[in-house]
T-cell receptor
Framework: DTAVSQTPKYLVTQMGNDKSIKCEQN?????MYWYKQDSKKFLKIMFS???????INETVPNRFSPKSPDKAHLNLHINSLELGDSAVYFC??????????????FGPGTRLTVL | GQNIDQPTEMTATEGAIVQINCTYQ??????LFWYQQHAGEAPTFLSY????GLEEKGRFSSFLSRSKGYSYLLLKELQMKDSASYLC?????????????FGKGTKLSVKP
Protein backbone atom coordinates (compact mmCIF):
# COMPACT_ATOMS: atom_id res chain seq x y z
CA ASP A 1 0.00 0.00 0.00
CA THR A 2 1.33 3.38 -0.99
CA ALA A 3 1.52 5.73 1.99
CA VAL A 4 2.02 9.03 0.17
CA SER A 5 1.23 9.16 -3.54
CA GLN A 6 1.60 11.89 -6.12
CA THR A 7 0.34 12.33 -9.66
CA PRO A 8 1.66 12.80 -12.20
CA LYS A 9 5.15 11.39 -11.85
CA TYR A 10 6.36 13.42 -14.83
CA LEU A 11 4.96 16.68 -16.13
CA VAL A 12 6.25 18.50 -19.20
CA THR A 13 4.62 21.77 -20.12
CA GLN A 14 5.12 25.12 -21.80
CA MET A 15 6.00 28.39 -20.13
CA GLY A 16 2.94 30.38 -19.13
CA ASN A 17 0.69 27.37 -18.59
CA ASP A 18 -1.17 26.57 -15.38
CA LYS A 19 -0.74 23.08 -13.91
CA SER A 20 -1.62 21.07 -10.82
CA ILE A 21 0.08 18.26 -8.96
CA LYS A 22 -1.99 16.01 -6.73
CA CYS A 23 -0.95 14.43 -3.46
CA GLU A 24 -2.76 11.91 -1.28
CA GLN A 25 -1.76 10.20 1.97
CA ASN A 26 -3.46 7.21 3.52
CA UNK A 27 -1.60 7.37 6.83
CA UNK A 28 -4.24 9.35 8.67
CA UNK A 29 -1.75 12.16 9.23
CA UNK A 30 -2.82 15.67 10.19
CA UNK A 31 -0.13 17.65 8.41
CA MET A 32 1.02 17.72 4.81
CA TYR A 33 3.88 19.50 3.10
CA TRP A 34 5.24 20.47 -0.28
CA TYR A 35 8.97 20.58 -1.00
CA LYS A 36 10.90 21.62 -4.09
CA GLN A 37 14.17 19.91 -5.05
CA ASP A 38 16.17 21.84 -7.61
CA SER A 39 18.75 20.64 -10.11
CA LYS A 40 21.44 20.76 -7.44
CA LYS A 41 19.37 18.38 -5.32
CA PHE A 42 18.68 21.03 -2.67
CA LEU A 43 15.38 20.20 -0.97
CA LYS A 44 13.46 23.23 0.25
CA ILE A 45 10.15 23.55 2.10
CA MET A 46 7.41 25.40 0.26
CA PHE A 47 4.31 24.92 2.41
CA SER A 48 3.05 23.08 5.42
CA UNK A 49 -0.65 22.65 6.04
CA UNK A 50 -2.99 21.09 8.53
CA UNK A 51 -6.68 21.62 8.96
CA UNK A 52 -5.96 24.62 11.10
CA UNK A 53 -3.15 26.50 9.50
CA UNK A 54 -1.30 27.08 6.26
CA UNK A 55 2.30 28.13 6.65
CA ILE A 56 3.94 29.53 3.58
CA ASN A 57 7.66 29.86 3.06
CA GLU A 58 8.10 33.54 2.33
CA THR A 59 10.33 32.87 -0.66
CA VAL A 60 7.61 31.00 -2.56
CA PRO A 61 6.02 33.08 -5.35
CA ASN A 62 2.28 33.60 -5.08
CA ARG A 63 1.92 31.75 -8.38
CA PHE A 64 2.10 28.64 -6.22
CA SER A 65 -0.97 27.80 -4.17
CA PRO A 66 -1.76 24.69 -2.13
CA LYS A 67 -5.34 23.47 -2.00
CA SER A 68 -6.63 20.89 0.43
CA PRO A 69 -10.07 19.41 -0.27
CA ASP A 70 -9.75 17.20 2.82
CA LYS A 71 -7.20 16.04 5.36
CA ALA A 72 -5.83 13.31 3.11
CA HIS A 73 -5.12 15.52 0.11
CA LEU A 74 -2.94 18.53 -0.56
CA ASN A 75 -2.72 19.59 -4.18
CA LEU A 76 -0.29 22.12 -5.60
CA HIS A 77 -1.46 24.59 -8.22
CA ILE A 78 1.05 26.56 -10.22
CA ASN A 79 0.02 29.48 -12.39
CA SER A 80 1.97 31.08 -15.23
CA LEU A 81 4.77 28.52 -15.17
CA GLU A 82 8.33 29.76 -15.61
CA LEU A 83 11.52 28.01 -16.68
CA GLY A 84 12.85 28.26 -13.13
CA ASP A 85 9.95 26.20 -11.85
CA SER A 86 11.53 23.11 -13.39
CA ALA A 87 12.35 20.83 -10.46
CA VAL A 88 11.18 17.76 -8.60
CA TYR A 89 8.29 18.48 -6.25
CA PHE A 90 7.84 16.23 -3.24
CA CYS A 91 4.75 15.96 -1.10
CA UNK A 92 5.15 14.72 2.48
CA UNK A 93 3.00 14.10 5.53
CA UNK A 94 3.44 13.73 9.27
CA UNK A 95 1.21 12.93 12.21
CA UNK A 96 1.35 16.43 13.66
CA UNK A 97 3.66 19.40 13.88
CA UNK A 98 3.56 19.63 17.67
CA UNK A 99 7.09 19.55 18.96
CA UNK A 100 8.43 19.31 15.43
CA UNK A 101 9.65 15.77 15.96
CA UNK A 102 7.24 13.77 13.89
CA UNK A 103 8.76 11.82 11.03
CA UNK A 104 7.75 13.03 7.62
CA UNK A 105 6.96 10.50 4.92
CA PHE A 106 7.64 11.57 1.38
CA GLY A 107 5.81 10.82 -1.82
CA PRO A 108 7.70 9.60 -4.90
CA GLY A 109 8.04 13.08 -6.38
CA THR A 110 6.80 14.82 -9.53
CA ARG A 111 9.42 15.85 -12.03
CA LEU A 112 8.22 19.10 -13.63
CA THR A 113 9.91 20.32 -16.80
CA VAL A 114 8.97 23.72 -18.17
CA LEU A 115 9.94 24.33 -21.80
CA GLY B 1 18.36 32.78 9.52
CA GLN B 2 19.69 29.29 9.39
CA ASN B 3 22.72 27.58 7.97
CA ILE B 4 23.28 23.85 7.60
CA ASP B 5 26.57 22.50 6.30
CA GLN B 6 27.54 19.02 5.24
CA PRO B 7 30.20 17.74 2.82
CA THR B 8 29.08 17.60 -0.79
CA GLU B 9 30.53 14.21 -1.62
CA MET B 10 32.23 11.28 0.10
CA THR B 11 33.62 7.99 -1.09
CA ALA B 12 34.09 4.85 0.97
CA THR B 13 34.81 1.16 0.48
CA GLU B 14 32.35 -1.69 0.89
CA GLY B 15 32.57 -3.12 4.41
CA ALA B 16 34.12 0.01 5.87
CA ILE B 17 32.76 2.66 8.26
CA VAL B 18 31.96 6.20 7.17
CA GLN B 19 30.97 9.26 9.19
CA ILE B 20 28.98 12.06 7.59
CA ASN B 21 29.11 15.32 9.51
CA CYS B 22 26.53 18.08 9.71
CA THR B 23 26.90 21.44 11.40
CA TYR B 24 24.06 23.85 11.85
CA GLN B 25 23.36 27.38 13.00
CA UNK B 26 19.71 28.10 13.55
CA UNK B 27 17.56 30.01 15.98
CA UNK B 28 15.02 28.02 17.95
CA UNK B 29 16.63 24.65 17.22
CA UNK B 30 14.33 21.77 18.10
CA UNK B 31 15.71 18.54 16.64
CA LEU B 32 17.70 17.01 13.80
CA PHE B 33 16.77 14.39 11.24
CA TRP B 34 18.81 12.31 8.83
CA TYR B 35 17.21 11.14 5.61
CA GLN B 36 18.54 8.88 2.87
CA GLN B 37 17.74 9.59 -0.76
CA HIS B 38 18.65 7.26 -3.60
CA ALA B 39 18.92 8.82 -7.06
CA GLY B 40 15.50 9.45 -8.54
CA GLU B 41 13.67 8.41 -5.39
CA ALA B 42 12.02 10.03 -2.38
CA PRO B 43 13.89 10.80 0.84
CA THR B 44 13.36 8.12 3.49
CA PHE B 45 13.70 8.58 7.25
CA LEU B 46 16.82 7.26 8.97
CA SER B 47 17.02 8.87 12.39
CA TYR B 48 15.90 11.68 14.67
CA UNK B 49 17.89 13.26 17.51
CA UNK B 50 16.52 15.82 19.92
CA UNK B 51 18.73 15.15 22.96
CA UNK B 52 22.51 15.08 23.07
CA GLY B 53 24.06 11.71 22.49
CA LEU B 54 24.12 8.72 20.21
CA GLU B 55 21.11 6.95 18.75
CA GLU B 56 21.89 3.52 17.33
CA LYS B 57 19.73 1.71 14.83
CA GLY B 58 21.30 -1.34 13.26
CA ARG B 59 24.18 -0.40 10.98
CA PHE B 60 23.31 3.29 11.26
CA SER B 61 23.92 5.58 14.23
CA SER B 62 23.35 9.29 14.64
CA PHE B 63 24.92 11.65 17.14
CA LEU B 64 23.90 15.13 18.27
CA SER B 65 25.63 17.85 20.28
CA ARG B 66 23.25 20.76 20.77
CA SER B 67 25.88 22.96 22.39
CA LYS B 68 28.22 22.54 19.42
CA GLY B 69 25.55 22.65 16.72
CA TYR B 70 26.91 19.39 15.38
CA SER B 71 25.63 16.01 14.30
CA TYR B 72 27.00 13.03 12.48
CA LEU B 73 25.62 9.95 10.81
CA LEU B 74 27.73 6.83 11.17
CA LEU B 75 27.31 4.00 8.69
CA LYS B 76 28.95 0.69 9.53
CA GLU B 77 29.63 -2.38 7.38
CA LEU B 78 28.98 -0.39 4.25
CA GLN B 79 27.10 -2.06 1.45
CA MET B 80 26.85 -1.06 -2.19
CA LYS B 81 23.19 -0.21 -1.67
CA ASP B 82 24.24 2.50 0.80
CA SER B 83 25.35 4.61 -2.17
CA ALA B 84 22.92 7.52 -1.91
CA SER B 85 22.60 11.10 -0.75
CA TYR B 86 22.31 11.67 2.98
CA LEU B 87 20.35 14.70 4.01
CA CYS B 88 20.69 16.46 7.35
CA UNK B 89 17.59 18.45 8.33
CA UNK B 90 16.66 20.53 11.38
CA UNK B 91 13.33 21.52 12.85
CA UNK B 92 12.70 24.68 14.81
CA UNK B 93 10.31 25.85 17.47
CA UNK B 94 7.69 28.33 16.38
CA UNK B 95 5.01 28.69 13.74
CA UNK B 96 6.78 26.51 11.20
CA UNK B 97 8.07 24.03 13.72
CA UNK B 98 7.11 21.01 11.67
CA UNK B 99 9.02 22.15 8.62
CA UNK B 100 12.25 20.42 7.79
CA UNK B 101 15.12 22.73 6.88
CA PHE B 102 17.50 20.63 4.83
CA GLY B 103 21.19 20.85 4.21
CA LYS B 104 22.36 20.35 0.64
CA GLY B 105 23.03 16.68 1.17
CA THR B 106 26.12 14.48 1.06
CA LYS B 107 26.43 12.14 -1.90
CA LEU B 108 28.06 8.91 -0.70
CA SER B 109 29.61 6.54 -3.20
CA VAL B 110 30.44 3.05 -1.94
CA LYS B 111 33.04 1.24 -4.03
CA PRO B 112 33.90 -2.47 -4.05
Amino acid sequence: DTAVSQTPKYLVTQMGNDKSIKCEQNLGHDTMYWYKQDSKKFLKIMFSYNNKELIINETVPNRFSPKSPDKAHLNLHINSLELGDSAVYFCASSQDTSGGGDTQYFGPGTRLTVL
Amino acid sequence: GQNIDQPTEMTATEGAIVQINCTYQTSGFNGLFWYQQHAGEAPTFLSYNVLDGLEEKGRFSSFLSRSKGYSYLLLKELQMKDSASYLCAVTRYGGSQGNLIFGKGTKLSVKP
